[in-house]
């Protein structure tokens, strides 16, 4: 089993930005891919950014050229830093663990608690 602990968040005026941490324990070596969705009010929860093993990455065009995804095998953490931040960037954001399929990326529904993001415009 994968357990995961986020850390970052908070509160941001539009255009600031943002990191979040999320690290990594229990059966690592398992972990073919991590990902962060993120879920605003009333919304589907949705796939932010992927990275695999190999250090390839993947993100959803509403956040492409802004957010970027990346990680430390050394301390087993997998960060997401967030630029140029919208007020449609604010939701609950969620790391995951998941493994690259033919169909891409998926979940397989090891989650991490969850961090706060608001962006006041």
């Known amino acids: 089993q994968v357990q995961l602990v986020e850390s970052g968040g908070g509160l941001v005026q539009a255009g600031g930005s943002l990191r979040l941490s999320c690290a990594a324990s229990?059966?690592?070596?398992?972990?073919?891919?991590m990902g962060w969705y993120r879920q605003a009010p009333g919304k589907q929860r949705e796939l932010v950014a992927t990275?695999?093993?190999?250090?390839?990455?993947n993100y959803a065009d509403s956040v492409k050229g802004r957010f970027t995804i990346s990680r430390d095998s050394a301390k087993n953490t997998v960060y997401l830093e967030m630029n140029s931040l919208k007020p449609d960037d604010t939701a609950v954001y969620y790391c995951?663990?998941?493994?690259?399929?033919?169909?891409?990326?998926?979940?397989?529904?090891?989650w991490g608690q969850g961090a706060q993001v608001t962006v006041s415009s």
């Open positions: 995951n663990v998941g493994r690259i399929s033919l169909n891409g990326y998926r979940s397989l529904e090891v």
């Open positions: 229990g059966s690592i070596f398992s972990i073919n891919a």
């Open positions: 990275i695999t093993s190999g250090g390839s990455t």
